[in-house]
Each structure stands twice: as C-alpha cells, then as structure tokens.
C-alpha cells in the first residue's frame, strides 16, 4: 500500500493485470495534510512482467506550504480568592500543533493586576510553551479580563483566554498579646 509507505501517496487502483494492448488510467493522490512544509519526492516504481520493459519509474514531487495552527491548553483560567497585596499564580500552555512555524507577536491583558511572563516567542510545529500568568490584586473585587495571544496562525490570528479572579481584604493582623497567669 503506497499510501502506508510514503503517507503522501496514493494510487487507484494500485494493482492489476492488462490484456496485451489495452491500458488503464490510474487516479494518483498526493495528500498534504499534516506534512511538513517543504519539498517531498518518492520515486513511484511500476513493475509488470513486461520483458522489455519490467518496471517504469515516474518521479513524484509536492511542495507543501505549511500552517501554524495555535493550541492553548485551556480557555478559562480562574485564580480564584488572592488577597490584595498578595499573588496568586497560574500557567497556560500554548501549542503549536500547525506545520509551519507559529509567531506569537504578543500576549496582552487590560488589567494591570495581571502579569504574563511571556509578551513573545517562535514555535516550531509541535512545539509549546508555559506561559506563567501572576495575579497581584491591588483592590477589592471579581475581576474578569482577557488574555489576548496574538499570532500569525491565519484562522486564529487573536486567541483569547477568560481570565478570572476575586480580590479581597486580607484578615486584620493584631499584635495584642495576652498573658494568662497560673
């Protein structure tokens, strides 16, 4: 089976017998799904029991043209409760599960409570990177902002993550100390 054996490759039908003087038409497919970008040649060797001729060799050549395809591991991301003053931490994984390489240009949010450790990077296809998010309350308050991961992948050019988080008043401390007799 051409298709197993190159996997870009396929021929209908990929065998069979002629009457002397007779031909056949045979579809050939080149499938450039998931391949790599570059250039990709297979000889396609056709052997028969022709005496003269026992086997024909055709070159076969396809150029693909890759895709960065953007992949973030979640779509939410909730801090939960962090006290003002204080930081809460959490991660995102951003994949690149595309056959070119994916540009991310810039990682935003609107809040400046919100800090992402990443504003940049170059995936190759199948690659990721951990992009760690740090929220510091400053007030109180259910904040509700946006990751905005923008790329070059043509069909998500802006991905966006939901960023949750509750900011409240930390416990009052009290320095009072009292002493109990026996």
């Known amino acids: 089976n051409w298709m197993m054996r ?6 209908s039908p990929w065998n069979g017998s002629l009457a002397p003087g007779s031909s056949v038409d045979i579809d050939v497919t080149l499938q450039a799904r998931q391949m790599p970008e570059g250039d990709h040649q297979a000889d396609v060797i056709f052997s028969s029991n022709d ?3 026992p086997s024909l060799t055709i070159p076969a050549l ?3 043209i890759g895709v ?3 992949v973030s591991s979640d779509s939410l991301i909730d801090f939960g409760t962090v006290f003002v003053a204080s930081a809460a931490v959490e991660s995102l994984l951003v994949r690149n599960s595309g056959t070119a390489a ?16 990443a504003t940049s990077f170059t995936l190759a296809p199948g690659d990721s990177q951990l992009v760690v998010l740090s929220f510091a309350p400053t007030t109180t308050g259910i904040l509700r902002d946006t990751l905005v991961i923008a790329s070059n992948d043509p069909d998500h050019p ?3 993550v939901l960023l949750l988080a509750k900011a409240v008043t930390p416990p009052a401390r009290s320095n009072r100390v009292t002493l109990a007799t026996p």
């Open 68 to 70: 960065p395809d953007i």
């Open 102 to 117: 994916l540009s991310v240009t810039n990682l935003s949010a609107t809040s400046p409570d919100f800090e992402i450790s």
């Open 62 to 64: 396809l150029h693909v």
């Open 51 to 53: 005496p003269a001729d």
């Open 6 to 11: 190159f996997g870009w490759i396929a021929f």
């Open 158 to 160: 802006s991905l966006r």
